[in-house]
C-alpha cells in the first residue's frame, strides 16, 4: 500500500522569507511524484512533477522540490513567499507501473499562512 | 483552453433529495476522474473513465452513487437519497490517455445536504 505523510498540518512564515513544506511517502518503488495547491474555493492546481532524472524539479512561481529516494522524501521550497502564497499545499503519489497508475494518493495537506 | 469545468459550483439539497453535478473536461483529455474532499476524510477517489468507459468504481460508496460518461465531453455524478454526510466538495480531474499524467482539476461542486 502507498502512502503520502505530510507532518505539518499548519506553516506560518513571513513574506521574503523562505519556505520549506515536507513530504514523505510511502512506496515500494520510485513513484511518480506531485505537489498540488489549492487556493480557497478553488480546485487544485499543479505546481510541479516529477517523473525521473533530476532530483530537483523546478514549479511555477519559484516553487522547487527535491525527490530523495533513500529519505522517501520529496520536500517543496520557495526562495522568498509572497502573502498570494496563502494557500493548502498537498503532496501527492501516483504508482509509475502497474494497472492502478491512475491512482493519486493525497497527503492530508498544510495549510501555509503568509504574513507581512 | 477553459479547464475542467464543473457545475454548478454550490448545490444545496434537503435530505433524500437526488444530486447531480456535472463536469467537463478539458477537451483533448481521455481520463477522467471524480474525487471528494472533506475536512475530516480529506482527498478520496472515487472513480475513472476512460475513452467514456468505466475503469475503476473502487471509491464509489456502493449504494445511492452513481456515474456516467455518456459522451467524451461530460460526466455525471449522481447521488440518491442524499444523506448529510454526502456533504462534501466533489471534484473532477482531467487527464491525457490516463497512466501516471498529471490530473488537471475542476473548480468543485460544494455540496450541501441539509
Known sequence: AQ?????????????????????????????????????????????????????????????????????????????????????????????????????????????????? | NAGVIQTPRHKVTGKGQEATLWCEPISGHSAVFWYRQTIVQGLEFLTYFRNQAPIDDSGMPKERFSAQMPNQSHSTLKIQSTQPQDSAVYLCASSLVGGSYEQYFGPGTRLTVL
Not at chain 1, 523562505?18 to 492546481?45: A, D, E, H, I, M
Not at chain 1, 525521473?52 to 527535491?66: C, I, L, R, W
Not at chain 1, 522524501?73 to 522568498?80: D, M, Q
Not at chain 1, 496563502?86 to 493525497?106: E, H, I, M, P, R
Open chain 1, 3 to 116: 502512502s503520502v505523510t505530510q507532518p505539518d498540518a499548519r506553516v506560518t512564515v513571513s513574506e521574503g522569507a523562505s519556505l520549506q513544506l515536507r513530504c514523505k511517502y510511502s512506496y515500494s518503488g520510485t513513484p511518480y511524484l506531485f505537489w498540488y495547491v489549492q487556493y480557497p474555493r478553488q480546485g487544485l492546481q499543479l505546481l510541479l512533477k516529477y517523473y525521473s532524472g533530476d532530483p530537483v524539479v523546478q514549479g511555477v512561481n519559484g516553487f522547487e522540490a527535491e525527490f530523495s529516494k533513500s529519505n522517501s522524501s520529496f520536500h517543496l521550497r520557495k526562495a522568498s513567499v509572497h502573502w498570494s502564497d496563502s494557500a493548502v499545499y498537498f503532496c501527492v503519489l501516483s504508482a509509475n507501473s502497474g494497472g492502478s497508475n491512475y491512482k493519486l494518493t493525497f497527503g492530508k495537506g498544510t495549510l501555509l499562512t503568509v504574513t507581512p
